[in-house]
């Protein structure tokens, strides 16, 4: 048992909370990681919105859409879909959303390993809320 123990503990001293943190999503199936570091490549728009007003604009439009919505966290400002047709079943497309100072609205970004899927989901998504809200 202390062996087990050390081990843990030099893991921790040696890589950081954040990447126990990490795994223990990895297993469990609910890191973020991959679609935060495609961020960088990620497409958006800004809507005239509030935060509130777009999550809840854009969990309409996945629903009626028959997306599965697999996370769904209001205060870190992300969703993640999944079952986008044409794509594997499994594939998520990030939905993260950036509250903007001042009045200038709220940005929405798609981020995914996928490019077909992360298009996909912006043409209908951007679309429909382009006729919900004036950008």
Do not use: H, W
């Not at 202390?2 to 223990?24: E, M, R």
């Not at 973020?32 to 570091?37: G, I, Y």
């Not at 439009?61 to 999944?82: C, H, K, P």
């Amino acid at each position: 048992m202390k062996k087990i123990f050390l081990l843990f503990f030099l893991v921790v001293v040696f890589t950081g909370c954040a990447t126990v943190k990490d795994v223990s999503r990895n297993f469990a199936g609910t890191s973020t990681r991959d679609l935060e570091a495609g961020k960088a490549d990620s497409v958006y728009q800004v809507y005239s919105c509030s935060m509130a007003d777009c999550f809840a604009a854009v969990t309409d439009v996945a629903d009626e859409n028959n997306y599965y919505t697999f996370m769904q966290d209001e205060a870190r400002g992300l969703i993640v879909i999944m079952n986008i047709p044409g794509c594997v079943d499994t594939t998520e497309v990030g939905i993260f959303f950036t509250a903007l100072s001042g009045q200038q609205g709220t940005r929405i970004e798609l981020s995914s390993r996928s490019s077909p899927a992360k298009k996909e989901v912006a043409k209908v998504l951007f679309s429909e809320l382009n006729d919900r809200f004036k950008k």
